[in-house]
């Protein structure tokens, strides 16, 4: 439980339980298990001290911007817990050609949280969204709590945001460049595969699909795709 705190930036929570069970240890005479609860504040408290201040605001939430080039972007989330910029995330959208910004930034917040383990209790967002009441209602859900989207036009949140920003566009151009790198090079395995099949060209992308059904209702599609092995 104190490692899901601890992972989760509710560092003070685990520092208060830690003294507590130490003074217990010491009044119970119990000096090495009190040492060793000791030296476990020591360490936490180290690393709290390198996570950067971001904010007077102590409260829980997380920064998101959106990067977009061509049929793709890239969405950034800083976490900010405590006041203290706790950690980035990031995740890659396809297909977003002819969306609007508020269709991306929507797709990436159901993206983003559909596997955390910690939903904070207020998300920003660089626009408005048309589904707002709704993903709200879907995060709530998730965090077992209220939780607000809104969209900062000033202070420290607007300033967490361009920094997202900045991140998600070198993270998107990145990625670029690494895809025009591969598209020069053909991986030893792929080559491999041309020349056992005898292809005329490398299998860069190999795609395989299956639809199944239930006696011909309730549809399922699942698509694997390999690119370059």
């Known amino acids: 439980d104190q490692a899901i705190l601890f992972l989760t930036g509710r560092n003070e929570e ?3 339980l830690l003294r507590s069970r130490m003074e217990r240890a010491a009044e119970g005479l119990r000096f090495e298990e009190a040492a060793e609860i000791r030296d476990r504040l020591i360490s936490l408290e180290s690393v709290t001290n390198r996570q950067k201040v971001v904010s007077a605001d102590v409260s829980d939430w997380d920064a998101v911007a959106i ?3 061509d049929d793709e972007a890239c969405g950034a989330v800083m976490e900010v817990r405590g006041g203290r910029l706790l950690g980035r995330k990031s995740y890659f959208l396809g297909g977003v050609m002819g969306a609007s910004d508020a269709e991306v930034v929507s797709a990436f917040v159901r993206q983003a ?5 910690f ?7 660089p626009c408005d969204v048309d589904d707002r009441e709704a993903i709200c209602d879907w995060l709530a859900g998730r965090a077992g709590g209220r939780v607000e989207i809104r969209v900062p036009r000033r202070g420290d949140k607007v300033k ?10 070198l993270l998107l151009s990145e990625r670029r460049l690494r895809r025009e790198n591969r598209r020069q090079q053909v991986p030893h395995a792929v080559a491999a595969l041309q020349r056992d099949l005898r292809l005329p060209r490398p299998p860069r992308r190999i795609e395989a699909v299956d639809i199944s059904n239930t006696q011909g209702t309730d549809p399922v599609a699942s698509l694997v795709c390999f690119v370059d092995g």
């Open 14 to 16: 685990v520092v208060n």
């Open 67 to 69: 990067a977009r080039e």
């Open 160 to 169: 967490l945001m361009a920094m997202a920003a900045n991140n998600a566009r």
């Open 119 to 125: 939903v904070p209790e207020e998300i920003c967002l």
């Open 113 to 117: 949280y559909l596997d955390t383990a």
